[in-house]
């Protein structure tokens, strides 16, 4: 079993939809939880990052952390064709990341 | 969030040549550098881990004499491809993790094309 599962997508959604992007994972070592967008041809971007279980909002962005699931999601509001992109999920325990495969994902307008 | 620098963007090199890359923290000291291999549609598969003035940590699988790390300040980690094949031809990411941060920050990515 992977440490971190993210399902690859690929997601296609009109503009203005809310998009759920989701992880999970199987450690219960990972203290800290990440959203990276990475555009084409390009090194990934961090969008959040949060180390307890809850909600972070920012913008349009919502990370959600359920420690006793071992899920994690990211929720993008009133999505926009600038959202076009792969989202990757990233954990840490220690000094060690680990990522998700990464959603795919097309918003159109 | 802090910057992370990578170059070049691209390269393209004869095969049996060497081609370096350079990784640069800009606005914050980087303790732990990570390297990282990207094949088109997939994840980022980690090549190594260097923590500054000490030898670089190899994943399993990845040459340690083919793929050489040094990260000799807390400003900057170079990986240098030697004896590039065509099969090196891949998508180059590093990032950089300060003491005081708990995410990791990416470059920009190198693409190295071999032929």
């Known amino acids: 079993q992977k440490e971190v599962e993210q399902d690859p997508g690929p997601l296609s959604v009109p503009e203005g939809a809310i998009v759920s992007l989701n992880c999970t994972y199987s450690n219960s070592a990972f203290q800290y939880f990440m959203w990276y967008r990475q555009y084409s041809r390009k090194g990934p971007e961090l969008l959040m990052y949060?180390?307890?279980?809850g909600n972070k909002e920012d913008g349009r962005f919502t990370a959600q952390v359920d420690k006793s699931s071992k899920y994690i999601s990211l929720f993008i509001r009133d999505s926009q064709p600038s959202d076009s992109a792969t989202y990757l999920c990233?954990?840490?325990?220690?000094?060690?990341?680990?990522f998700g495969t990464g959603t795919s994902l097309t918003v159109i307008p | 969030g802090a910057v992370v620098s990578q170059h070049p963007s691209w390269v393209i090199c004869k095969s049996g040549t060497s081609v370096k890359i350079e990784c640069r923290s800009l606005d914050f000291q980087a303790t732990t550098m990570f390297w990282y291999r990207q094949f088109p549609k997939q994840s980022l598969m980690l090549m190594a881990t260097s923590n500054e003035g000490s030898k670089a940590t190899y994943e399993q699988g990845v040459e340690k004499d083919k793929f050489l790390i040094n990260h000799a300040s807390l400003t900057l980690s170079t990986l240098t491809v030697t004896s590039a094949h065509p099969e090196d031809s891949s998508f180059y990411i590093c990032?950089?993790?300060?003491?005081?941060?708990?995410?990791?920050?990416f470059g920009q990515g190198t693409r190295l094309t071999v032929v």
């Open positions: 990233a954990m840490r325990s220690g000094n060690q990341f680990y």
């Open positions: 990032s950089a993790q300060g003491s005081l941060n708990t995410e990791a920050f």
């Open positions: 949060t180390y307890s279980s």
